[in-house]
């Protein structure tokens, strides 16, 4: 039996136990996330609420290029949202590589400081006047 982690207790853990569990998993102990898509970021939210987008954490979009997992976990989310019919945003897009790279794995919306910087109410209505 592997050691588990429930998926919401992830978000709380500190470096300490992550450590532990790196230490663990170098002896060859598998270590599971027990309770996946029931907690944190509930995957029954998206059949049971209503929404209609997804956004992939900045974290996922940043390691494009240098983690080939953040590339597979943003395909399978963009196709999970296509799937149910809905939008997939990829946050956080700074790279000229990075807009192809989300597109192309299902995201259909990339904002980010490629596009534009965060900016005020009025200078974004300055900004949609003048680039629309």
Do not use: H
């Not at 039996?1 to 207790?9: C, D, G, L, R, V």
């Not at 970021?41 to 956004?55: A, T, V, Y």
Request: glycine share 8%.
């Amino acid at each position: 039996m592997a050691p588990e982690i429930t998926e919401s207790s992830l978000p709380t853990l500190k470096p300490e136990p992550v450590a532990f569990l790196r230490t663990v998993q170098e002896l060859g102990v598998r270590v599971s996330i027990d309770d996946f898509g029931t907690g944190y970021s509930s995957m029954s939210s998206l059949r049971n609420r209503r929404f209609d987008k997804i956004q992939i954490d900045r974290s996922l979009i940043q390691a494009i290029g240098g983690d080939a997992k953040s590339v597979v976990i943003i395909k399978s989310v963009g196709d999970l949202s296509s799937s149910i019919g809905m939008t997939t945003t990829g946050e956080g897009v700074e790279t000229p590589a990075q807009p192809d790279s989300i597109t192309a794995n299902g995201c259909t919306q990339a904002p980010g400081s490629l596009f534009a910087a965060p900016m005020s109410k009025a200078a974004a209505r300055e900004f949609i006047l003048q680039n629309a």
